[in-house]
């Protein structure tokens, strides 16, 4: 059981409630059973305050998460018992928290747990994507083959993330190394040069003498000017990680000129394969928008997703509600899911669609370091010229005057 905190409207009147269910899943069916309508759903961790998480415990990686998928499923294929595989598993990792947790179900296993509802106890190392397709391929019977997909939608996902977050990776180094090397021509460069001023006792220009100044005060205020930029470090990171800086974050992504169309597709992707790897699997449309919402980063999508979970719920067509958001979702992707909703092929057209976009970002990531290369470079020329008119030309004023 975990603490959930949700927002949902009753009766016309919004209103915001804590209450403990067994996942998010769980708490939207049974909301909805009582005529609410869902707005957002969030997990209360232990140690958060206001959305500030402090909790230091070992979390599962990503990878080993996809490896158990793919593996567990190779075996119970090859005749293994669940029993028996989840054990092997366990020993192989190199994860003792994973493996913790691998004994664990298996102990839940022995007792005559299923399998979905011992991965739900520990809800905070499977993501709902994966319980989801358990409890479907335990009802088809085809676990294996639910467990194999969902390996292989999250690989697409962590894949997807990976090349994103690479993509930003050369651009951030640069100016982490610009700011580097600001700060120790304020501390030993520009100090040097100040003294050469000061012997000649002339006017220097404005923009020279604001240099001259900071530098004088960080040569002599330097522990300060250390704890300032820790300071403003850490206060930018729980910024940004707190419920407001994301959702400022999530704005400013789509209004970007090349990020904002990059955000769609990477968030179309994600939405469109999970939604796949649910249908094939057995899962309803209704259950797999909530889970799917669950996947997705921006909170724009996620409220949209919960939002169509609860208008398909009472006969309203997908199709028609992705269309209409044109501002977060490329019309592509609506149509197409129009195309699979009349041809009774949704989750092979969801599929397609995930393909698609995941093609199309991986371009995209390759075409934005030609895009912030040039720019990067005039970031770097005018910082350059800007020492260089403020330092250099005043020795030139100098050398003339002698």
């Not at 059981?1 to 409207?9: L, N, R, S």
């Not at 979905?116 to 989801?132: E, G």
């Not at 894949?159 to 700011?179: D, E, N, Q, S």
């Not at 206060?235 to 789509?254: C, E, H, P, Q, Y």
Request: charged share 20%; hydrophobic share 50%; net charge neutral.
């Amino acid at each position: 059981m975990a603490t959930y905190k949700y927002k949902a409207i009753h009766s016309g009147k919004e209103y915001t409630a804590k209450v403990e269910a067994e996942d998010k899943l769980a708490l939207y069916k049974d909301l909805q059973a009582k005529g609410e309508t869902v707005l957002s759903v969030e997990e209360i961790k232990k140690g958060s305050v206001n959305g500030f998480s402090f909790s230091f415990g070992k979390g599962i990686k990503v990878d080993d998460k996809i490896l158990f998928a793919k593996n567990l499923a190779a075996m119970l294929t090859a005749g293994l018992p669940l029993a028996r595989a989840l054990t092997v598993l366990s020993r192989q990792t190199r994860s003792k928290n994973f493996q913790n947790i691998l004994e664990a179900i298996g102990d839940d296993l022995n007792k005559g747990t299923p399998f979905s509802q011992a991965l739900k106890a520990h809800n905070d190392a499977f993501p709902p994507v994966m319980t989801a397709m358990v409890a479907a391929g335990e009802e088809s019977g085809n676990m294996a083959g639910s467990l194999k997909i969902v390996g292989e939608q999250m690989e697409k996902s962590h894949m997807l993330a990976k090349k994103v977050k690479g993509a930003m990776m050369y651009p951030t180094v640069i100016l982490i190394a610009m700011c580097v090397v600001g700060v120790l021509m304020f501390i030993f460069v520009i100090p040097k040069l100040t003294e050469t001023f000061k012997g000649f006792n002339v006017e220097l220009p404005l923009i020279t003498r604001v240099i001259i100044v900071t530098s004088d005060w960080v040569q002599a205020n330097l522990l300060l000017f250390v704890a300032l930029i820790i300071a403003f470090v850490v206060m930018a990171v729980l910024a940004f990680k707190s419920r407001i800086g994301k959702r400022f974050i999530d704005t400013v992504a789509l209004k970007l000129p090349v990020i904002g169309t990059m955000v769609k597709e990477v968030n179309s992707a994600h939405a469109t394969r999970t939604l796949s790897s649910l249908i094939s699997s057995g899962v309803d449309i209704v259950g797999a928008l909530a889970i799917a919402a669950d996947v997705v980063q921006n909170h724009y999508y996620k409220e949209m997703l919960k939002e169509l979970a609860g208008r398909v719920e009472k006969g309203v067509e997908l199709a028609p509600l992705f269309i209409s958001r044109e501002d977060i979702y490329p019309v592509f992707v609506g149509e197409m899911i129009g195309v699979g909703e009349e041809t009774g092929t949704l989750s092979n057209v969801l599929f397609e669609v995930a393909t698609y976009y995941e093609a199309e970002v991986d371009q995209k990531t390759k075409d934005l370091s030609s895009i912030i290369e040039p720019i990067l470079m005039l970031t770097i020329g005018v910082a350059v010229g800007f020492f260089a008119i403020a330092m250099i030309s005043p020795i030139y004023s100098l050398s003339d005057k002698i």
